[in-house]
């Protein structure tokens, strides 16, 4: 699949020039445009490449800028680059799109949709720096599984896998953690798109094998804002998406403060806990668009490494 059946020209200018940077240390070879745990691995030359904010200045090719005066670093054949994971979720509860829709390219679009976009714009965004990109899905289970790879072509690998996925059944999310943890052996990037329903101390468990093997984690949570608001007025059927058989005829009304209620609790102990493991926790609603989101969110990426590189160890 072509990169522009999923993804406008505006959405690739709103993350075009916008690093997406480890935050812990790496493991792989080729770019290094990331920490790497082995220091001095090689001397052999490769090639140069343009100067991305975050590289060790002291790379920098100073007689290339001498002549030049644009900053270029020198890349060494065993320099680390990032080897992505992208976990996207496919269960039922993907399947949910208000009828308000959100704004432009998003209106009416389900969480599934909304997430397959925004896993597009990531891989896009990843391989286009140099880096690797690989995709594990799940519902109740680990669904599939391609490594990462970091050659253009593979974007489109990725993009046929997403598109093919359709939202149903049920899931556990804190088991599929657990399952997918042994399979990303390389330490690196592991960003989850779901909505996270389910146990949260589960889910936090899961989490927790992929922080005992040092990955740099976060989490796109993708809201619709009919959940997140809870705006129904009259009597409604309420369907659940994963189990077809559990539906209710209720009235909002008596529901809304208590679901209200729960909803804050949920996203408060989900948020602690992600604190607390190091893990970036970003709330994206499927009416914001996707890739101004995703922009907005690396530029906060990016400011804040600069402020952490600038301060020391603290």
Known sequence: MALTDTLTPTDLKHIG?????????????????HRSPDKGASVEFKQHRPYVPGDDLRNLDWKVFAKSD???IREYEEETNLRATILLDHSG??????????????????????????????????????DAAGLMTFDTKVTGYIPPRGKPSHVGVLLDE??????GGE?????VLRDASPKIKRRGMVILISDCFGDVAQTLRGLANFGRSAHDIMIFQVWDRDE???PFKRWHRFDSLEDPSDQHLLDPAQLRKAYLEKLDEF???LLAGCRKRRVDLVPIVTDQPYAEALAAYLAHRQYRSKGSSGGGKG
């Open 267 to 269: 996203r408060q102990q």
């Open 171 to 175: 899931t556990d999310l804190g088991k």
């Open 70 to 72: 644009r900053f270029y």
């Open 162 to 167: 997403m598109t093919k996925l359709a939202p």
């Open 93 to 130: 509860s993907m399947r949910y799109a208000s009828q308000t829709g959100g704004l432009g390219d998003a209106a009416g679009m389900s969480k599934h949709d909304y997430a397959v976009r925004l896993a597009a714009c990531l891989s896009y965004l990843i391989i286009s720096q140099g």
């Open 17 to 33: 020039g916008l690093p997406l940077l480890a935050r812990t240390v790496v493991e792989g070879m080729n770019t290094g445009v």
């Open 228 to 230: 997140l608001d809870f």
